[in-house]
């Protein structure tokens, strides 16, 4: 079964930091594109970052640069956003996705450009 399975979301003060795993099970990450996504009440599915499976290449969206770090580790077939620095506009669901029609990103993308995601994790910033 291809899924991704996700976890580390919480609760934090601002200036606080999460780290976000998001498992791929039934296919590897060897060969896609894989993004994080987040949504908050009311917004659109907006593009995080994107790491490149052809060359590791990565990028952020640009409210986010400097403070959240996306990597892939492949043995576990894992991929992982590391949020530091969290300020009161980054609250939302964070996505994980899988690009299946390319292996390198093209900036953080569109979410129609992805096909497998997973089930998205809460992210809340609150003193």
């Known amino acids: 079964q291809v899924q991704f399975v996700e976890s580390g979301g919480g609760l934090v003060q601002p200036g606080g930091s999460l780290r976000l795993a998001c498992e791929a099970t039934?296919?590897?990450?060897?060969?896609?594109?894989v993004g994080w996504f987040r949504q908050a009440p009311g917004k659109e599915r907006e593009g995080v970052s994107c790491?490149?499976?052809?060359?590791?290449?990565?990028y952020y969206q640009d409210s986010v640069k400097g403070r959240f770090t996306a990597s892939t580790d492949k043995a576990s077939n894992t991929i992982y956003l590391q949020l530091n620095n969290l300020k009161p506009e980054d609250p939302a669901v964070y996505y994980c996705?899988?690009?299946?029609?390319?292996?390198?990103?093209?900036?953080?993308?569109?979410?129609?450009?992805?096909?497998?995601w997973g089930q998205g994790t809460q992210v809340t910033v609150s003193s």
């Open positions: 996705a899988a690009n299946l029609m390319r292996r390198r990103c093209i900036g953080v993308g569109h979410k129609h450009e992805y096909d497998y």
């Open positions: 790491i490149s499976s052809s060359d590791a290449s990565t």
């Open positions: 039934g296919f590897t990450l060897d060969y896609y594109a």
